[in-house]
């Protein structure tokens, strides 16, 4: 009796997300715009003008041209308009995004003017995300199936059970047959995709920055970062056997989190080449994040033929610990202030993302047996992917402030982040790395270069502010199912899945309350 590949995939209950890998690393390093509306409204160019609580995670010396306490909050509308929803999941939802206090201590002093401390909470990264894509007719792709991709890894690892844990749980579910040592696998009609993913990176800043004769502002910041990060997804096939006749279906759901704490340090400078002058040039130095992370995973699979029936073989739980260090960044901020009534900033910052390592406490990967029980062993292969698939990223901000009155202000800017990504990255399987070790999907999510485009406008009302921002973020990304090989025992393993081009746009509402005193 034939069954459906979408009766049996939405059957199954349950989630999924990624292991580390160099798409999860890039993420942990990956910075949003957002923070008060202010800074927002302006492109986040405000690193060398100062005067807002966001900045102290860009450029801690902007704090130093603070002399007034500051106090605000912001919270945020988001909505994904090309996304679809997913598990419950939809494309718009709510953002608490930013609360923080700057104290400005007026020392007076003939060199030190004033030394001001700030804590801030910012939203550094939001992981939520929805993705669908489905395939009805693979034909034009030679009928690949994501089998195929298993099947080639038992034979590259030299079984099913020395290979990753889905092709283990594949091989189980009668979805891969073997035939003296060698594993065959089927074709596939169509597939269907989907996945929700929520969840956020949050940062907790702690800032002291020193004003020096109105001319010097020097600024130190230690951030500290909580992980935590959810995703369910959903993954099955029609199946076709050897002759392409209708043979079945397969899904795959796992439930997964991931969350940690990270910490890093940033120093920075502010000079007024002309003190009689309102154009000040900044530098700010930003060392890797250090994250300790923890992953949970829960994987099941379901499959059915007509050979073997209804097959859901032994559920698949581990927990899992790891390390990441994220690059280095360096950034470069002009501020000038005309007439007293228009703010203009730029920036730019670069990161090489292909510097990020990722390695594990008390463990040794399979490269290099040299154990050692208080030494944190490097993840070589998987380093050597992000080096070779990852490159340095440059980040462009540019944004304005208009005083209409001394009551009303507008603004406006514009961001482009390039892509961290090569052309050519994929999700590699084939490497001696402990991450193949608990590797339970096969799909990844290229993506384009981010450009941002924001407006904002702000009031006071004596001692308190409003302000409201409104952002357009513009993201492309290419989704994969799976990387199957055309020959199976080539040693360049060729992606035969059709790619599914995703739109990721994101817009945001933003309102941020203050009082300043």
């Not at 302006?42 to 995670?57: I, K």
């Not at 033929?305 to 581990?318: L, Q």
């Not at 007439?339 to 670069?350: I, K, P």
């Amino acid at each position: 009796m034939k069954k459906t590949l979408f009766i049996l995939v939405t059957s199954l209950a349950s989630a999924f997300a990624m292991a580390q890998d160099i798409y999860q690393v890039g993420e942990l390093s990956t910075t949003d715009l957002n923070g008060t509306a202010r800074y927002v409204g302006m492109g986040g160019a405000m690193g060398a003008l100062g005067g807002d609580l966001s900045v102290m995670s860009s450029s801690p010396a902007a704090i130093g041209l603070y002399r007034r306490n500051d106090l605000a909050v912001t919270a945020s509308l988001v909505s994904m308009p090309g996304s679809k929803k997913f598990d419950d999941k939809g494309n718009t939802y709510v953002s608490f995004d930013q609360l923080g206090f700057v104290y400005s201590w007026n020392v007076d002093r003939p060199s030190l003017r004033f030394l001001n401390v700030g804590v801030n909470y910012h939203k550094n990264h939001d992981f939520n995300q929805l993705l669908n894509a489905n395939n009805d007719n693979l034909a034009a792709a030679g009928y690949a199936s994501q089998t195929w991709q298993l099947a080639d890894l038992c034979n590259y690892w030299g079984g099913a059970d020395k290979a990753t844990p889905l092709a283990n749980l594949a091989y189980e579910g009668y979805l891969l047959g073997e035939d003296g040592g060698n594993y065959t696998a089927y074709n596939a009609w169509g597939n269907s995709y989907g996945k929700a993913r929520w969840g956020s990176n949050q940062t907790f800043d702690f800032c002291m920055s020193a004003n020096f004769n109105d001319q010097f502002y020097l600024g130190f910041t230690a951030s500290a970062y909580n992980v935590k990060q959810k995703s369910y997804m959903l993954y099955g096939e029609g199946l076709l056997d050897v002759d392409l006749n209708e043979d079945g279906d397969y899904a795959i759901d796992n439930e997964s989190k991931l969350k940690g704490n990270g910490f890093d340090m940033k120093i920075g400078f502010i000079v007024r080449p002309v003190k009689e002058s309102n154009f000040k040039v900044g530098v700010t130095l930003t060392t890797p994040t250090w994250y300790e992370l923890s992953y949970r995973n829960d994987l099941r699979l379901g499959s059915y033929t007509e050979s073997n029936g209804d097959v859901v073989p032994r559920p698949y739980y581990f927990d899992y610990d790891y390390n990441v260090r994220t690059p280095w960044k360096v950034g470069v901020s002009l501020g000038n202030t005309f007439f007293n009534r228009l703010a203009v900033g730029a920036e730019y910052e670069f990161a090489d993302y292909s510097s990020c390592s990722v390695s594990y406490d008390d463990f040794d990967d399979d490269y290099d047996w040299n154990f050692n029980w208080n030494h944190q062993t490097k993840d070589r292969e998987l380093n050597s992917q992000l080096d070779k698939y990852m490159k340095g990223t440059h980040t462009l901000k540019v944004g304005a402030e208009l005083m209409i009155t001394p009551n009303l202000f507008v603004r406006g800017g514009y961001n482009h982040v390039s892509s961290a990504f090569d052309k050519d990255a994929w999700l590699n399987h084939f490497i001696n790395s402990a991450s193949v070790d608990v590797a339970t999907n096969t799909d990844y999510l290229n993506l384009s270069g981010i450009n941002r485009f924001t407006a904002g406008l702000g009031v006071k009302f004596g001692k308190f502010y409003a302000d409201a921002a409104w952002l357009y973020q513009h993201q492309r990304g290419t989704l994969y199912a799976f990387n199957a090989a055309e020959d199976p025992d080539a040693p360049v393993f060729v992606n035969a899945c059709p790619d599914n081009r995703l739109s990721l746009n994101k817009s945001q509402v933003l309102l941020t309350l203050g009082y300043k005193f």
